[in-house]
């Protein structure tokens, strides 16, 4: 009767626990959980299993590793925030799988993607021709960003967050020399300063950091 007692409580507590850690994680949709997120997620929820399966463990030595969870995932989120190499290094990059109506065979064999989850996720987003569609981008997160011919058209960003995004540059058929060129024309010689910039309409969309 003690250990179900035990257990009750321990469900209690443990439900705010993790409740209050998710919550101090951050707000993020379940299908743009990165990799690293659903590790972390995982392992709470075995460490919450453990607590509740032997009632006579000691309670703490479930806290601890939760809070030390807590703690790397708030550093990671900093420094993702803070270095975009570093973002990239945990959360992946968007892959091209399709350009100009034509796919990307070699791309979809490296990220272990078939024909068939390409041709669904078309399909959920009503497109019916392949032919239709400009750019269609594999997310981190597994989603497909799919942009049409006949609408808006994607833009590559090439500056994010200070550092010149140059396999963009070449995408666009420009390189990193005629970019310094542009933002010298609009007085900007260092790149660490601006927060975004885009090629749209002929001409740069630089927007600056608010504290540099």
């Known amino acids: 009767m003690n250990d179900i007692l035990i257990i009750i409580l321990r469900t209690f507590l443990l439900y705010w626990i993790i409740l209050g850690i998710l919550r101090l994680m951050g707000k993020r949709e379940v299908g743009e959980l990165s990799i690293f997120d659903l590790v972390v ?3 709470i929820a075995e460490i919450g299993a453990l607590a509740l399966d032997d009632p006579k463990s000691k309670f703490i030595h479930a806290i601890v590793p939760m809070v030390i969870l807590l703690i790397i995932q708030v550093g990671v989120s900093y420094f993702s925030l803070k270095s975009k190499n570093f973002r990239d290094a945990m959360e992946g990059k968007p892959s ?3 350009k100009d109506g034509i796919i990307n065979e070699k791309e979809m064999r490296k990220q272990r993607y078939n024909l ?3 041709l669904q996720q078309l399909r959920e987003q009503q497109i019916g021709s ?3 569609v400009s750019y269609a981008f594999l997310e981190p997160s597994g989603n497909l960003s799919v942009f ?6 994607y833009v590559f960003p090439l500056i994010i967050d200070g550092e ?7 995408r666009i058929g420009k390189d990193e020399k005629w970019l310094r060129e542009e ?3 609009k007085l900007i010689i260092d790149v660490n300063k601006i927060f ?3 090629y749209e309409d002929d001409s740069l969309y630089i927007q600056l950091k608010t504290s540099f």
């Open 183 to 185: 933002l010298e024309k």
């Open 196 to 198: 975004y910039c885009s």
């Open 116 to 118: 068939d989850d390409l």
């Open 164 to 170: 010149i995004q140059v396999d963009h540059l070449h």
């Open 148 to 153: 049409k011919k006949e609408s808006q058209q």
């Open 130 to 132: 392949i032919q239709s």
């Open 96 to 98: 091209i799988i399709m």
């Open 41 to 43: 997620f995982l392992l």
